[in-house]
């Protein structure tokens, strides 16, 4: 509920959000004994759920701003969830990932919606 509301408010697909949340924690396994740490930040932001455990309102608010802000000065030629990724992640191939996910969870919910 809480990356779905946020994801409505600030305009974005929820499945960007979701797609970045299972890049950065695997969709927080339940078998984890730190799941529900996780589960409060699982988009890493300030740098991991364990330097910044919150809960996650909080954390998909904050998260929906790096995307937001990450977003600007995209040139029209550019993958957005590839400019996004200057910002949100060191790793840069992170994007990649993120943009499976997401392609991936699109089908899906298409495939269900038919």
């Known amino acids: ?10 305009d ?11 890049q950065e924690q695997s969709f927080v396994p339940r078998r984890s004994s730190l799941a529900g740490k996780i589960a409060n930040n ?4 300030y740098g991991s759920w364990e330097k910044y455990n919150t809960n996650i309102y909080d954390s998909a608010r904050l998260a ?5 802000n990450s977003s600007r000065g995209r040139p029209a030629y550019m993958n957005p969830i590839k400019w996004i990724n200057r910002r949100y992640a060191e790793d840069q ?4 990932n993120v943009s499976s996910l997401f392609k991936q969870m699109k089908r899906e919910v298409m495939e269900v919606d038919m």
């Not at 699982?42 to 932001?45: E, G, K, R």
């Open 93 to 96: 191939n992170w994007w990649k």
């Open 64 to 68: 929906a701003g790096v995307i937001i």
């Open 12 to 22: 974005i697909h929820p499945l960007l959000m979701f797609a970045i949340a299972g």
């Open 42 to 45: 699982p988009f890493n932001v």
């Open 1 to 10: 509920t809480a990356i779905l509301d946020t994801a409505k408010e600030r």
